[in-house]
């Protein structure tokens, strides 16, 4: 499987711009935010995971979806984007 390449800032601001606006719309769900945000960057889980102080499987299970992860496990990952954590109305 190819690695990814790292992104310009360019493309991290960009990435950045349409994840604030999916969040705003309220179009963002937890597992494919981290996600995004971690492709975004070019890390592989396991690169991630080191930078935020988690387990690769950590990171696998909040992608996934299985995970429960804590508040402050969720403000770190939040924080790389600038996001903050807070309740959305919710869209029907």
Do not use: C, Y
């Not at 604030?20 to 935010?33: K, N, Q, V, Y």
């Amino acid at each position: 499987m190819a690695r990814w390449r790292k992104p310009t800032k360019e493309e991290i601001l960009e990435n950045r711009r349409n994840l604030g606006e999916r969040a705003r719309s309220g179009h963002l769900r937890i597992p494919g935010a981290v996600g995004e945000i971690r492709k975004s960057f070019g890390m592989t889980q396991d690169e991630f995971a080191k930078m935020l102080a988690l387990t690769r499987r950590q990171v696998a299970e909040i992608e996934a979806g299985t995970a429960n992860p804590t508040l402050a496990t969720l403000e770190k990952i939040g924080r790389l984007f600038g996001f903050g954590i807070g309740f959305v109305p919710k869209s029907d």
